[in-house]
T-cell receptor, first 114, second 114 residues
Framework: NAGVTQTPKFRVLKTGQSMTLLCAQD?????MYWYRQDPGMGLRLIHY???????AKGEVPDGYNVSRLKKQNFLLGLESAAPSQTSVYFC?????????????FGPGTRLTVT | GNSVTQMEGPVTLSEEAFLTINCTYT??????LFWYVQYPGEGLQLLLK?????DKGSNKGFEATYRKETTSFHLEKGSVQVSDSAVYFC?????????????FGTGTRLKVLA
């Protein structure tokens, strides 16, 4: 099993450009999450999904959109990138039947917006 | 709302020293508690977890006990190694909301010197 994978690993954007980050998991997990990690702030939830075709806002959703068209994929979009979105982005997934609610994380995408 | 407070870092120790990283939480109900570790340039890996009061999670020589009376989940290791140098995150699962979201602490960087 590959677990949770993220594409790309690194990206540099200019202000105003758009991009999509892809998260894929092969564990048949129902729940998927997008976080951003910034120095001194830990991880903050951007959006999450509890199943195919459903998404919901997290703590810091502004400037991002998401889609979950297939159970195994969760896409994070930036329509018009801003320097404040420079961060490391992590995707995670979890299984609804795991009563410990453990999340499995991808390796991250480092995004720089100039 | 729910929250997690971790001790500020960085923490610098000599090899074989005793490690404690403090974590306290505020939550309604009975959350699950987690410690994740992030090695340089990598994603988060689960280190240990506890799902109910008085549970002790342990892994790789690390331990943490779920203390409901003090709302704490402090991470300890009796003898640290250089390879333990990483950032450690305390987290709780936002179970009462039914969405299984995590709330993370800000992370504590540990540096172990040979």
């Amino acid at each position: 099993n590959a677990g949770v994978t993220q594409t790309p690993k690194f990206r540099v954007l200019k202000t105003g450009q758009s991009m999509t980050l892809l998260c894929a998991q092969d564990m048949n997990h129902e729940y998927m999450y997008w976080y951003r990690q910034d120095p001194g702030m830990g991880l903050r939830l951007i959006h999450y999904s509890v199943g195919e075709g459903t998404t919901a806002k997290g703590e810091v959703p502004d400037g991002y959109n998401v889609s979950r068209l297939k159970k195994q994929n969760f896409l994070l979009g930036l329509e018009s990138a801003a320097p404040s979105q420079t961060s490391v982005y992590f995707c995670a997934s979890s299984w609804s039947q795991d009563l410990s609610y453990e999340q499995y994380f991808g390796p991250g995408t480092r995004l720089t917006v100039t | 709302g729910n929250s997690v407070t971790q001790m500020e870092g960085p923490v610098t120790l000599s090899e074989e020293a005793f490690l404690t990283i403090n974590c306290t939480y505020t939550a309604t109900g009975y959350p699950s508690l987690f410690w994740y570790v992030q090695y340089p340039g990598e994603g988060l890996q689960l280190l240990l977890k506890a799902t109910k009061a008085d549970d002790k999670g342990s892994n790789k020589g690390f331990e943490a006990t779920y203390r409901k009376e003090t709302t704490s989940f402090h991470l300890e290791k009796g003898s640290v190694q250089v390879s333990d140098s990483a950032v450690y995150f305390c987290a709780l699962s936002d179970r009462p909301s039914g969405t299984y979201k995590y709330i993370f602490g800000t992370g504590t960087r540990l540096k172990v010197l040979a």
